[in-house]
């Protein structure tokens, strides 16, 4: 095998392809047939009947990471007939828009039935040359805006998707290679609704384990526990605030982990971009992380000033910057005050205290040791936090399965494609 066919063979195949011809390279316009969308219909609606009406916007539902399978415009067989509107028929087909803000978020779906688009999208409809799960995943990995022409809006046209030249093996191998990209992704899609169900059951418990507003009471309760909770002030609990070292942090450094405000989320950390502090740096003790550490972000975005989050992990392994404050409670179980700090009406004290411009704002501890709330007995705090730090890291247990998932088709997709 020559030089130029080694590079049109993918780095892994599956054994029964391994002697198989090298990949064909081809436009996509030789392959398929390239569509326009139309205009928005008229009123009209075709109800459940009718035909789906497919809008660039249908292309940002979290439900429809691969395929279009729920509509919410139909058109009836009569208005298509009156506008004399041409259907895409049922030949399997990939939908992505092709003008503007959405065109740059290179979204692609595929479609299994027939459909009309608006005029901000396009189809893409395969012929039999291509198995449609290979299609799609080849597909995936295509940046479409990469082709577009830039002028008052980006935009795409059908001349350039079918100048768009591809690599592709015989159809059977295509076919295996499709399979084995759709069983990962429906594990990927399984894994992402165990998560949503996750999320969507903690939404849930904090609506009803938390009083609701005018009451004293949680709807919600485990067994043993039937008293009134009581009302505080922040300051009632607090009993000290310390701020973090000024001392810089870096990403080439190679000394201690260094917390800043981006670190912090409402209840929880994010830890995928860290900094660290110079290897012999000075650290005070009072500026490392303890366990059971409840942080607050004094300085941010308007928006998300005041976040806070009770740190969970081990102690002394981090430190945090001045932008950070730490509160050390009495009478107030830290892991508990993590999740009601984070509750609707918190949040909203909160930013009623926040100083600054929509870009630069600041909350001063200072300023809120007024915000109120109901708590409590410890011991029910403390059951309180236990469940909703267990549903946490279930949910992050969850959440590292997909991350893996993920990374392990990328892995794939590099190896398995030319």
Same mark, same amino acid.
Request: aromatic share 10%.
């Given at each position: 095998?020559?030089?130029?066919?080694?590079?049109?063979?993918?780095?892994?195949?599956?054994?029964?392809?391994?002697?198989?011809?090298?990949?064909?390279?081809?436009?996509?316009?030789?392959?398929?047939?390239?569509?326009?969308?139309?205009?928005?219909?008229?009123?009209?609606?075709?109800?459940?009947?009718?035909?789906?009406?497919?809008?660039?916007?249908?292309?940002?539902?979290?439900?429809?990471?691969?395929?279009?399978?729920?509509?919410?415009?139909?058109?009836?067989?009569?208005?298509?007939?009156?506008?004399?509107?041409?259907?895409?028929?049922?030949?399997?087909?990939?939908?992505?828009?092709?003008?503007?803000?959405?065109?740059?978020?290179?979204?692609?779906?595929?479609?299994?039935?027939?459909?009309?688009?608006?005029?901000?999208?396009?189809?893409?409809?395969?012929?039999?040359?291509?198995?449609?799960?290979?299609?799609?995943?080849?597909?995936?990995?295509?940046?479409?805006?990469?082709?577009?022409?830039?002028?008052?809006?980006?935009?795409?046209?059908?001349?350039?998707?079918?100048?768009?030249?591809?690599?592709?093996?015989?159809?059977?191998?295509?076919?295996?290679?499709?399979?084995?990209?759709?069983?990962?992704?429906?594990?990927?899609?399984?894994?992402?609704?165990?998560?949503?169900?996750?999320?969507?059951?903690?939404?849930?418990?904090?609506?009803?384990?938390?009083?609701?507003?005018?009451?004293?009471?949680?709807?919600?309760?485990?067994?043993?526990?039937?008293?009134?909770?009581?009302?505080?002030?922040?300051?009632?609990?607090?009993?000290?605030?310390?701020?973090?070292?000024?001392?810089?942090?870096?990403?080439?450094?190679?000394?201690?982990?260094?917390?800043?405000?981006?670190?912090?989320?409402?209840?929880?950390?994010?830890?995928?971009?860290?900094?660290?502090?110079?290897?012999?740096?000075?650290?005070?003790?009072?500026?490392?992380?303890?366990?059971?550490?409840?942080?607050?972000?004094?300085?941010?975005?308007?928006?998300?000033?005041?976040?806070?989050?009770?740190?969970?992990?081990?102690?002394?392994?981090?430190?945090?910057?001045?932008? #950070?404050?730490?509160? *050390?409670?009495?009478?107030?179980?830290?892991? %508990? /005050? +993590?999740? =009601?700090? &984070?509750?609707?009406?918190?949040?909203?004290?909160?930013?009623?205290?926040?100083?600054?411009?929509?870009?630069?704002?600041?909350?001063?501890?200072?300023?809120?040791?007024?915000?109120?709330?109901? #708590?409590?007995?410890? *011991?029910?705090?403390?059951?309180?936090?236990? %469940? /909703? +730090?267990? =549903?946490? &890291?279930?949910?992050?247990?969850?959440?590292?399965?997909?991350?893996?998932?993920?990374?392990?088709?990328?892995?794939?997709?590099?190896?398995?494609?030319?």
């Amino acid at each position: 095998m020559s030089n130029l066919e080694k590079r049109k063979v993918p780095k892994r195949r599956f054994k029964e392809f391994e002697n198989a011809p090298a990949w064909e390279q081809h436009k996509l316009g030789d392959l398929g047939e390239i569509k326009s969308g139309i205009g928005f219909p008229e009123n009209e609606q075709g109800g459940k009947n009718g035909i789906p009406f497919y809008k660039v916007s249908d292309m940002n539902s979290p439900q429809n990471k691969i395929k279009m399978t729920v509509s919410n415009n139909y058109v009836s067989e009569k208005q298509i007939q009156n506008k004399k509107w041409h259907i895409i028929s049922y030949i399997p087909s990939l939908i992505f828009a092709k003008i503007g803000a959405a065109l740059t978020l290179d979204r692609k779906r595929l479609v299994e039935h027939p459909f009309l688009i608006d005029n901000n999208t396009m189809a893409y409809s395969l012929s039999n040359v291509w198995n449609k799960y290979f299609a799609i995943t080849l597909f995936q990995n295509i940046y479409l805006p990469k082709y577009m022409q830039v002028g008052a809006l980006p935009s795409l046209g059908g001349t350039d998707i079918k100048m768009i030249k591809v690599l592709i093996p015989q159809i059977e191998e295509q076919k295996q290679i499709g399979s084995f990209f759709n069983q990962l992704d429906t594990l990927i899609t399984l894994q992402q609704r165990k998560l949503n169900k996750l999320n969507n059951l903690k939404k849930s418990y904090l609506a009803e384990m938390f009083p609701a507003e005018g009451e004293r009471k949680p709807k919600r309760r485990f067994a043993g526990f039937t008293d009134d909770w009581e009302q505080r002030e922040l300051g009632d609990n607090l009993k000290s605030i310390h701020t973090g070292t000024s001392l810089l942090g870096s990403d080439s450094n190679l000394g201690m982990p260094l917390l800043k405000m981006g670190n912090i989320n409402r209840g929880y950390f994010s830890l995928n971009k860290i900094e660290f502090l110079r290897k012999d740096a000075n650290i005070d003790n009072l500026d490392l992380v303890k366990k059971g550490d409840f942080l607050f972000n004094t300085r941010n975005t308007l928006e998300l000033v005041g976040k806070g989050a009770t740190w969970t992990g081990t102690s002394d392994n981090y430190a945090f910057n001045s932008n #950070i404050a730490r509160f *050390t409670f009495k009478g107030i179980d830290t892991v %508990f /005050f +993590n999740y =009601l700090y &984070n509750t609707e009406s918190m949040i909203k004290q909160i930013h009623s205290r926040a100083t600054g411009t929509t870009s630069v704002a600041a909350v001063y501890p200072r300023d809120i040791v007024s915000i109120s709330y109901l #708590i409590p007995k410890l *011991t029910e705090q403390k059951k309180i936090g236990c %469940f /909703f +730090n267990q =549903l946490d &890291n279930l949910i992050t247990l969850h959440q590292r399965k997909i991350d893996k998932l993920k990374k392990l088709k990328d892995a794939y997709l590099n190896e398995m494609f030319v």
